[in-house]
T-cell receptor
Framework: AQSVTQPDIHITVSEGASLELRCNYSYGATPYLFWYVQSPGQGLQLLLKYFSGDTLVQGIKGFEAEFKRSQSSFNLRKPSVHWSDAAEYFCAVARRGNNDMRFGAGTRLTVKP | KAGVTQTPRYLIKTRGQQVTLSCSPISGHRSVSWYQQTPGQGLQFLFEYFSETQRNKGNFPGRFSGRQFSNSRSEMNVSTLELGDSALYLC????????????FGPGTRLTVL
């Protein structure tokens, strides 16, 4: 069964520092991969997605993610974090051709001034 | 274009009651998916409706059901509520393909007493 692991429950970074949020998936074939962000009291907003092709994916708000097949990983990065990036981040996978999306447990990001 | 709307935003029920939640997708979107979000279990996929038919289903008991109308609006029903059903229920809409971006609503916060 497909699954997603986000090893870090909570991460704190200083404003202006770089950020990397980890995501590992378990699935027989390469699934579709997504990163979402959820601010308190809000729904989820898609940051970026990977279906195929270039393994470095650019998203909104200055985020990018790199798909590494050999490591079954899809880590999210941002070179310089802003205070407004404080939120919860979810990695998700979906089987190709199926809208059944599986989410990781989420990583809560705190940004220090 | 208006986003995904969910009503009501907050709901308090008692054990044993039933509840119906509503989701209006973005105009032109034909797929609606429902998710349950709890602190303990995270985000879990309930089901997806496309053109009034259930296309995918997660691993939830039969107390959880849904339907979709001809205008793509969707309702989710939970019968015989249990304390563990307290959660944020999110719906998301797409045009229909998994490669389409899912747009999430703000959710309905259900509290079961």
């Amino acid at each position: 069964a497909q699954s997603v692991t986000q090893p870090d429950i909570h991460i704190t970074v200083s404003e202006g520092a770089s950020l990397e949020l980890r995501c590992n998936y378990s699935y027989g074939a390469t699934p579709y991969l997504f990163w979402y962000v959820q601010s308190p009291g809000q729904g989820l907003q898609l940051l970026l997605k990977y279906f195929s092709g270039d393994t470095l994916v650019q998203g909104i708000k200055g985020f990018e993610a790199e798909f590494k097949r050999s490591q079954s990983s899809f880590n999210l990065r941002k070179p310089s974090v802003h205070w407004s990036d404080a939120a919860e981040y979810f990695c998700a996978v979906a089987r190709r051709g199926n809208n059944d999306m599986r989410f990781g447990a989420g990583t809560r990001l705190t940004v220090k001034p | 274009k208006a986003g995904v709307t969910q009503t009501p935003r907050y709901l308090i029920k008692t054990r044993g009651q039933q509840v119906t939640l509503s989701c209006s997708p973005i105009s032109g979107h034909r797929s609606v998916s429902w998710y349950q979000q709890t602190p303990g279990q995270g985000l879990q996929f309930l089901f997806e409706y496309f053109s009034e038919t259930q296309r995918n289903k997660g691993n939830f008991p039969g107390r959880f059901s849904g339907r979709q109308f001809s205008n793509s609006r969707s309702e989710m029903n939970v019968s015989t509520l249990e304390l563990g059903d307290s959660a944020l229920y999110l719906c998301a809409s797409t045009q229909g393909a998994i490669t389409d971006t899912q747009y999430f609503g703000p959710g309905t916060r259900l509290t079961v007493l």
